[in-house]
């Protein structure tokens, strides 16, 4: 039987032998791109290519890719555990052709590798060919279907309909029609009952699709039409574990080389065994696909955390912990232990795995432990919902607070339905619904974005000039409208342009374009977009096809480049001063700071940070010169010493950034020496996630006045203390003699709240058989007064009334203490202060014993102490 990690390789080598360049996968977390946040199959990384933005290096592609499908257009997660054949994170195994082959090549290859190399049976196989849309007088795919026809019986292969067979890339761009191939791995009896014809796309877990052919040839513009595309593109996904599982003659994804490890060990782990009680089944399904999900995004350079990719990611995490903790009985964190095991199975295919594994598993532990605390919060929550409702004489817990467990506890519905059963409870599933469906139409309305097809200017291709001038004459090429957030403005696409397009952490640049008229048109970005720079602006030429002078905010653009250089210095510091460990785990470079975060297990302590900043400074005084090769091999970069982080996605060239020792793969601009940065000085570092670190670090003018700012702290504060020699000790010496004072006036405090309290004592009353004890004055604290009537209260425990009538820098203070039985007859301490607090023209409250009012008149204490010597 074939192993996965030799159906893996066969895959490849097939390929490859049809002439197609094997290339990696591409990052599973996408960081450059505003429309996905992750990979979701195998055509992503070619998008630029496919929309024209990038040149066909090669035609003939083929590759496995890390995908996820938790967000956006493809959301699996829902699935992932209850069936078989849906993960969440999973590879796809995909073939492209760019321009070059099409329809027929691209089915003969697919049957070929599946039933040649793989020899999986014919008779097993359906396939799919769209059936056309008459209202787009689009015909039926017969193209595909004839090629088919010479491998399979014409009654196998199925018509589809446009949801199933027809692909797009979004609401404009590329799209096709396309042809899926479905597998029956049913028992020979099952099909002997049912054709399998009859189950293709019904959602059986034994007759599934395992690999889609999309055959683009049309561009679908704004306004819904249709166009050919020049250049026709091949773009096929197969499923790799389903595959996996047909190879090796299993029904489930997870009966696989790939799963079977990690179920086991969850199995040890948790004292069960897979396959005995369904939900335990299911939840071991869902812990053994989620770690990898987790793992591979967190290689990837995207941590769990509270916001956008980091917060799907955390999402992920909790599903399985929940699974474990309610259906396993995992009480304490147990996933991290499962990435040995996941390295067994995948390291060797992914070997950032390997490198990483220290981090992923601290990272994976932390939350688990988190999230196990907010779960215990959450059950007491529902607890204490559940002995209100039963009280109150309710069945029905509230939609709202159903979706707040879901929300901010992770308790999918199902869990808080069946915990409310136990209590023949329910919930109110439609104010749940319409909650969710709140949330997600706010996570749409900020997401909508509107674009207008590009207008074209122009032919030609767009040049980064911006490595060498910051100003340069260039014509527009094309440009388009755009609407997101009620607000509009357009993208614009230079034939040469000096503007820096935000990548690779570093902010775009903002700057200007000038016409031959000297009319000025801002640009307030340039971001990128599959690739493509575009420029942000709010007004376009009347006559665009002119020459325009370009010109690059120089000021902005310097302040951010000896960020970026200050940056790498910082890093190679940082690995000298902490260790090899230190690994960029993310950057953001901006005019005004820098910020850096980095795998290290520690805080750093004060010397640590004063040691990485005298190195960065020691290379700013060197004033290293910028050494920058644009067009260098991968391997030639690696072997010059740069070194390539996970989770970015480089081409087959790169280009160097060197100053000194530090050598970087980099496509940020960079200040020309070192020297230039002026100073740098580290102004925080904390924790971002477990095992990462972050530093914000400041340089040349902004360092300037962040150094400003604390010297004229410290100058206010040495005049303040009368210049000494020695402010730390000055400042010492003054906290010193404040403790001691304050110790003092405690003193007497005391002894005054004794003296005052046996003057009240010895002008006792008695009223009523009540003994009366009343204290006025001024520059009584309400302390001392609280003080006194407490002490009161507990040398006269019966028939004791008390009440104050005092003031403390022209605050009168009004206080009540009653012994416990005049309570019990009906007297509330409260009560009576809030009914004169009028007259100090203020307020106060207590409880039935003892109550305060505070106001600011203080000649109306003497009629509200008499008022209060009424209810006797
Ligand atoms: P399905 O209808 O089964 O969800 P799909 O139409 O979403 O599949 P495509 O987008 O065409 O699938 O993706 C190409 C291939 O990737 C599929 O044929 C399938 O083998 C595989 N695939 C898709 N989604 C998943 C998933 N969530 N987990 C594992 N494999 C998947
Ligand atoms: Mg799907």
Partial sequence: MMTSKEIRQSFKDYFASKGHQIVP????????????????????????????????KYRRVANAQKCLRV???????????????????FEMLGNWSFGDYFKKEAIEFAWEYLTEILKLDKDRLYVTVFEGSPDEGLLRDSEAAEHWSRYLPAERIIDGSKKDNFWEMGDTGPCGPCSEIHIDIRSEEDRKKVNGLLL??????????????????YNRKADGSLEELPAKVIDTGMGFERLCMAVQGKTSNYDSDIFQPLIQKIGELSRSRYGEDPQKDVAMRVVSDHVRAIAFSITDGQLPSNAKAGYVIRRILRRAVRYGYTFLGMKEPFMYKLIPTLIDVMGEAYPELIAQQKLVERVINEEEESFLRTLETGMRLLDKQIEEHKAAGKTQLEGAVAFQLYDTYGFPLDLTELILREHSMTVDTQGFNLEMKKQKDRARNAAVIETGDWVQVHEGEPEFVGYDLTACESRILRYRKVKQKNKQFYQVVFEKSPFYAEMGGQVGDSGVFIDKDGKVFRIFDTKRETNLAVHLCNEIPADPTGIFHLEVDIEKRTATECNHTA???????????????????????????????????RKMTPEEIREVERRVTEKIRQDLKLEEHRHVSIDEAKASGAMALFGEKYGDEVRTVRFGTSIELCG?????????????????ESAIAAGVRRIEAVTAKKCEEYLYAMEDTLKSVKNMLNNPPDVAQALQRLLDENIEMKKTIQEFVKEKAEQLKQAVIADKEIINDIAVFKLTGSDISPDVVKD???????????????VAGTS????????????????KKGLHAG????????????????????????GKNVDGLSAAMQLILKNL
């Fill in 71 to 89: 967000s956006g257009k493809h959301n699996d997660l829902e699935e992932v555990g209850h069936d078989t054949y849906h993960h969440t994170m």
């Fill in 567 to 601: 940056t790498h210095l910082l890093h190679e510091a940082l690995r000298e001063v902490l260790g090899k460990h230190v690994e960029q785990k993310g950057s953001y470079v901006s005019p005004d700071v820098l910020r850096f975060d980095f795998s290290h297990f």
């Fill in 200 to 217: 293709v796309n019904k959602s059986h877990p034994q007759v599934i699709e395992i690999w889609n052919l999309v055959f683009m040839q």
């Fill in 831 to 854: 009560n009576l202060v809030r009914q004169v607090a009028k007259f100090i023209e203020g307020g106060g409250g207590g409880q039935p014993h003892f109550a305060t009012a505070g």
């Fill in 25 to 56: 996968s591409a990052p599973m977390v996408i960081k450059d791109d505003p429309t996905l946040m992750f990979t979701n199959a195998g055509m992503n990384q070619f998008k630029d290519i496919i929309l024209g933005n990038a040149p066909v």
């Fill in 668 to 684: 940020g601009t960079h200040i020309s020496s070192t020297g230039r940065i002026g100073t740098f000085r580290i102004v925080s």
């Fill in 788 to 802: 006194i009537a407490f002490q009161l209260k507990g040398q006269f425990p019966e028939k004791m009334f008390f």
């Fill in 808 to 823: 403390m820098k022209s605050k009168a203070n009004i206080t009540v203490m009653l012994s416990d039985d005049l309570v």
